[in-house]
């Protein structure tokens, strides 16, 4: 019933706003936030860059799937910084903004994988863009060319504040979506998953802590500028890195115990 679920959300709710204050500069990260991301998104829209001038290396390539209202150059701090390390770096036009259901983005990746004839590869998300890699890793099949993949600040539990945002593509994104409840139930990708984040994120109340996953928590705040942070570049850096080590032979990092809640 209505009248029972609500007291739980507003108890969510008020239980992050208690959290924003509890942390020292909480309040400066969510600001700082809105700051960057749309600093980001405007540079992108003024100097359109060609994303063909990352396409080159010798490593496994790595696909860019940005969060929603999110262009691949959004990913572009960390996309260089892979590059630079010998990753050819690909992305997905067919997204755009990322305002599609979880599927239908899905269906667009494993399209450019197919496309691209690009071999095995690691995906790189962030936000929703890491509900999109595990939706396609979860598939029978269609993530058969898929290494595994690197997700930064994904809400893999959802988030309880899109439940009242405006835009229906972001209360999508709501734990109460039959799609999100559907996805969570999907865990046999998880050992192939790395999620990256930080000690508090504004957008992502819950945290992005994902069972079975190899967690990495670092001492950073903030959703959309912790992707030009130099320790979530390192980290990212080093787990692509395990990924596409991964495919050689000889003993696997996958075949190794690992800490899930490992933190860099």
Do not use: C
């Amino acid at each position: 019933m209505t009248g029972v679920s609500q007291p739980g959300t507003w108890d969510r709710l008020r239980a992050s706003v208690r959290a924003a204050r509890r942390v020292p500069r909480g309040w400066w990260a969510w600001t700082s936030d809105y700051v960057y991301v749309v600093w980001r998104q405007l540079r992108g829209l003024l100097t359109r860059p060609d994303p063909a001038a990352l396409a080159s290396g010798t490593r496994t390539p790595v696909v860019l799937l940005p969060g929603i209202y999110e262009t691949w150059f959004f990913l572009e701090p960390l996309a260089r910084v892979l590059h630079d390390a010998g990753h050819p770096v690909l992305t997905v036009p067919g997204l755009r903004w990322n305002l599609s259901d979880l599927e239908t983005s899905a269906r667009l990746v494993t399209e450019r994988l197919a496309e691209a004839g690009a071999g095995p590869v690691v995906l790189l998300a962030h936000s929703k863009g890491g509900l999109v890699g595990k939706a396609l890793m979860s598939h029978p099949g269609a993530g058969d060319d898929v290494v595994g993949m690197v997700a930064v600040n994904t809400p893999f539990a959802g988030s309880v504040y899109a439940t009242y945002f405006p835009s229906r593509p972001v209360r999508a994104l709501s734990p109460r979506f039959p799609a999100m409840r559907a996805l969570a139930r999907e865990v046999g990708a998880h050992r192939r998953i790395v999620s990256v984040y930080g000690i508090f994120d504004p957008h992502v109340p819950g945290g992005s802590g994902l069972a079975g996953a190899t967690n990495v928590q670092l001492p950073v705040m903030g959703h959309f500028r912790t992707v030009a942070h130099p320790a979530v570049q390192r980290a990212v850096l080093e787990h692509v890195g395990r990924l596409d080590r991964s495919r050689a032979p000889g003993p696997s990092p996958e075949t190794a115990p690992h800490d899930d809640d490992a933190a860099t």
